[in-house]
């Protein structure tokens, strides 16, 4: 019986871009949270972030194999959830202000303000 070389994939098939996000578990240590395919877009997990899902978000990573490529995007993950909250006139929720703040600095974020 002939063997074969070729091994399944793990990677995603079709053209998609996949977040995933390193949470940080204070003493037990950090992880690349589980996620399944179909809610690793970037809206999810925006949603699942300001929800409250993730414990202590430190990173956020985007790829997309059959473009080759993946990039840290936790910058933009922070400026956006910065301008959602702005938007609805709330504050960053406490379990997301540090990674807001490690990521686009308190002093570097745009404020809305506020007309009354």
């Known amino acids: 019986m002939r063997r074969s ?9 079709d053209d998609q871009t996949v977040y995933l996000v390193a949470d940080d ?6 992880a690349w949270r589980e996620t399944d395919l179909e809610t690793a877009d970037l809206e999810t997990v925006i949603q699942e972030m300001l929800a409250g899902e993730y414990s202590n ?6 790829f997309n194999t059959s473009e080759h490529w993946s990039e840290d995007v936790s910058e933009d993950i922070a ?3 910065q301008r959602r ?20 600095g308190a002093d570097r974020r745009q404020l809305t303000l506020r007309l009354v």
């Open 5 to 13: 070389s070729w091994t399944p994939s793990i990677v995603p098939s």
């Open 25 to 30: 578990f204070g003493p037990i240590g950090r």
């Open 57 to 62: 978000p430190i990173r956020v990573a985007a």
């Open 79 to 81: 400026r956006e959830i």
């Open 85 to 104: 909250c702005d938007l609805q006139l709330t504050d960053v929720p406490s379990h997301l202000q540090a990674f807001v703040d490690r990521h686009i």
